[in-house]
Each structure stands twice: as structure tokens, then as C-alpha cells.
Nanobody, 124 residues
Framework: QLQLVESGGGLVQAGGSLRVFCAASGRTFSSYALGWFRQAPGKERESVATITRDGGSTFHADSVKGRFTISRDNAKNTVYLQMNDLKPEDTAVYYC?????????????????WGQGTQVTVSS
């Protein structure tokens, strides 16, 4: 069992930066691939970034590539999403999720545990 709690969201102006965190409880954190997803009002949940169990490989969606960076610290049971040069279209609830699959799972149904989400709002 793994419990995930996001934090660090908030309101920021376009062009600004935010770093969202996801802290996990459980002794098997390093056994999970991790992902960040987001869901804007009226839109489907989409994958933003994914990281392998050991943090050695990452995936970033084209819409955030070069602006967002996913990372993890297995000693602290935490995964991060650094978001730079934020745009109004990045406004959404951001969720972290954990998957038992190896590699870089990208589909939401491949994830076994989810956090409650943190709101990120980017004003123009």
C-alpha cells in the first residue's frame, strides 16, 4: 500500500515557476515508477511526466518539454515536478501517481495509487 500527498501548488503569473511535491508513505517507494498527471476543467486527465523506479529515465509530454522537469529522491520518498515558464494553459489540478510497472508507463490505468491533487493556476 502506498499513500501519496501532493503539495506546492498555487497561483503564479505567466512566465513564473512553481515546484510541486509528492510525498509517499510506505517502505517500497523505490519499487514504483512515478508520474505526474494533470486535469483541467472540462478536459481529460493527461500525462505530464514520468520517471523510472531508479530515476534514471524520464518522459515529458511535448506540451511541457523544456519547461517542466520530473525528479525523485527515493531516500526521501518524494517525487518533484519543477515547472518553469508557466503558461495559462498549464492551469489544472496536478496529480502524482505510482505504478508497479517497470519503465515509463504513460497511461493512467497503468497507475495503482493516486494522490488527491494540488491546484496550479497560472494567470495571464
Amino acid at each position: 500500500q502506498l499513500q501519496l500527498v501532493e503539495s506546492g501548488g498555487g497561483l503564479v503569473q505567466a512566465g513564473g515557476s512553481l515546484r510541486v511535491f509528492c510525498a509517499a508513505s510506505g517502505r517500497t517507494f523505490s519499487s514504483y515508477a512515478l508520474g505526474w498527471f494533470r486535469q483541467a476543467p472540462g478536459k481529460e486527465r493527461e500525462s505530464v511526466a514520468t520517471i523510472t523506479r531508479d530515476g534514471g529515465s524520464t518522459f515529458h509530454a511535448d506540451s511541457v518539454k523544456g519547461r517542466f522537469t520530473i525528479s525523485r529522491d527515493n531516500a526521501k520518498n518524494t517525487v518533484y515536478l519543477q515547472m518553469n515558464d508557466l503558461k495559462p494553459e498549464d492551469t489544472a489540478v496536478y496529480y502524482c501517481a505510482a505504478s508497479r510497472l517497470a519503465g515509463l508507463p504513460r497511461l493512467s490505468y497503468n497507475y495503482n495509487y493516486w494522490g488527491q491533487g494540488t491546484q496550479v493556476t497560472v494567470s495571464s
